[in-house]
């Protein structure tokens, strides 16, 4: 990543934490913190209130479809379809809270004569367990681990298989300080968080013995790394049947190139249309040195190298909450 994108992006994710640091704080209103100091002497008072599980999620199905015949401007019919479900179960407990978060999404798009393609491909697991060490603050136990469900293909060149289940995958474990003023809003930083990167199907090395793949040799299997990391979640209704969601995570590898950091950005905005429709928009910004992007150039030459990602979706369809 070039130090100008570099020093934008950390712009960018200081501006956000300190505008949603404020926003958080503001919201500790004085009914808040009655609200805090009631949990707290029933806790004193040996009153398990606490040994509660808060759980829920949200379920999105979405479709469209073209259908052309004989359309003079051209194009072509295709089909596409998107499932998204996030579910999370957290439990409070005296000075404990156990967090826990699971992502799933697939989606697929269908073109009259060419070869379906996924647009959408996430498996992802959340956990965090913690221990009040005073106020909002927790000393944590942070767990991730993230890959997808099915074969990915390069988007130029349709033979070339570049991702598989577990290739990649990762996996974050390490120890940290989590500030959560409130539900709707965290920053954990961790200075010892280790990073395990996994690349299982040897068959994207294409029999290449010196290839490296998302940071893995071939012949290898994984990447360890250890380093500095930072996750900061905010939520919040930004305007009615309009609710904003943001999730930003860095990472710093102590053990080669510290000063390029890892960056995942995500951004939901979702718009309530009634009780079972809403309309959301999607943003993923990721950058990782250790993913080589294969590009065509402008005289059709292809360069391989990181560079930043970026994924936008909008989507209206079918949304049930529970």
Known sequence: ????????????CCALFMVTTSQAQEDLNADDREAVKKAKEAAEANIDTTKIWTTGGVFQLNFSQVQLVNWAA???????????????????????????????????????????????????????????????????????????????FDKDVDSLKISNLLAPGYI?????????????????LSPLMTK????????????????????VKAGENSLFQMGAYAN??????IAENITFLTRLELFSNYLKNPENIDVNWEMLFTFKVNEWFAATLNTIVIYDDDIDILQRQEDDTFKVGPVTQLKQTLALGLTAKF
Do not use: C
């Open 74 to 152: 051209g194009g072509s019919s295709s089909i596409s379809g998107l499932g998204q479900l996030n579910v999370f179960a957290n439990k409070r407990k005296n000075k404990w809270a156990w967090d826990n978060n699971l992502i799933l999404a697939y989606g697929t798009i269908a073109e009259e004569n060419k070869k379906s393609r996924k647009t959408d491909d996430r498996l992802e697991l959340n956990s965090r367990l913690g221990h009040e060490i005073g106020g909002p603050w927790y000393a944590s136990l942070l767990f991730q681990f993230r890959t997808q469900f099915t074969e990915g």
């Open 196 to 215: 395990t990167t996994f690349v299982t199907d040897q068959d994207l090395y294409y029999g290449d013995e010196d290839a490296v793949l998302y940071g």
């Open 232 to 237: 900061i979640f905010y939520t919040a209704p």
């Open 1 to 12: 990543m070039n130090k100008t994108l570099t020093r934008a992006l950390l712009f960018m």
């Open 172 to 188: 974050l474990l390490g120890l940290g300080f989590d500030y959560k003023p409130k539900d709707n809003f965290s920053a954990y």
